[in-house]
């Protein structure tokens, strides 16, 4: 597969950046399945996307940028193929139905909102997950804004015994889908 020259800034002297062949690589993928929407790779796809650190790569804020609009655009798609063949009843539906699932879980009581990582073993902070999970409950109850980039950059601090990193992660990707599929 030949790669398309991308436009992104290069990390300054010996700074490790995205690899520019994967980045390349990456977006020439993302650039034909988009021209071919019958090809296998989604928004979940895109946001799920590592790229390898290497000396001289490509600024990774200017690529995570990129792809945060490649997402929102592979989600727009997905979401008009979705109106077509389901309706907008049948989708709406559809998000209200995920959206439960995320509340039900942030609304267990705090500190038991997810699995454990382990008494010898680091996670994220209890208490930061659980303000952002009232953040999360917020909006879908009360039509309060968060955006899914505000999902996609939230950091939570790191304590041991704290909740499982992969769980919470999990419900992070299903919020960003439903904020992506009601946008």
């Known amino acids: 597969m030949s790669t398309v020259d991308t436009t992104f800034p290069l990390v300054e002297g010996r700074d490790r950046g995205y690899s520019v062949e994967a980045v390349n690589e990456f977006f020439t993928q993302a650039r034909e399945e988009y021209n071919h929407p019958d090809g296998v790779l989604g928004s979940a796809d895109i946001r799920r996307m590592a790229f390898p650190l290497t000396r001289g790569g490509y600024v990774p804020?200017?690529?995570?940028?990129?792809?945060?609009?490649?997402?929102?655009?592979?989600a727009e798609r997905e979401r008009a193929d979705a109106l077509v063949s389901e309706g907008a009843a049948a989708w709406r539906e559809?998000?209200?139905?995920?959206?439960?699932?995320?509340?039900?879980?942030?609304?267990?009581?705090?500190?038991?909102?997810?699995?454990?990582?382990?008494?010898?073993?680091?996670?994220?902070?209890?208490?930061?997950?659980?303000?952002?999970?009232r953040r999360i409950i917020a909006v879908f109850v009360e039509g309060t804004p968060l955006s899914p980039d505000e999902v996609r950059?939230?950091?939570?601090?790191?304590?041991?015994?704290?909740?499982?990193?992969?769980?919470?992660?999990?419900?992070?990707?299903?919020?960003?889908?439903?904020?992506?599929?009601?946008?």
């Open 94 to 133: 559809h998000a209200r139905d995920q959206a439960r699932v995320v509340v039900n879980r942030l609304s267990r009581p705090d500190r038991h909102k997810f699995r454990r990582a382990g008494v010898m073993s680091i996670g994220y902070r209890r208490r930061d997950v659980d303000a952002f999970a």
């Open 61 to 74: 804020e200017a690529v995570d940028e990129a792809m945060n609009r490649l997402e929102q655009a592979f």
């Open 153 to 183: 950059e939230i950091v939570f601090a790191r304590e041991g015994n704290g909740y499982d990193e992969a769980q919470v992660d999990a419900l992070l990707d299903r919020t960003i889908e439903i904020l992506l599929a009601i946008a």
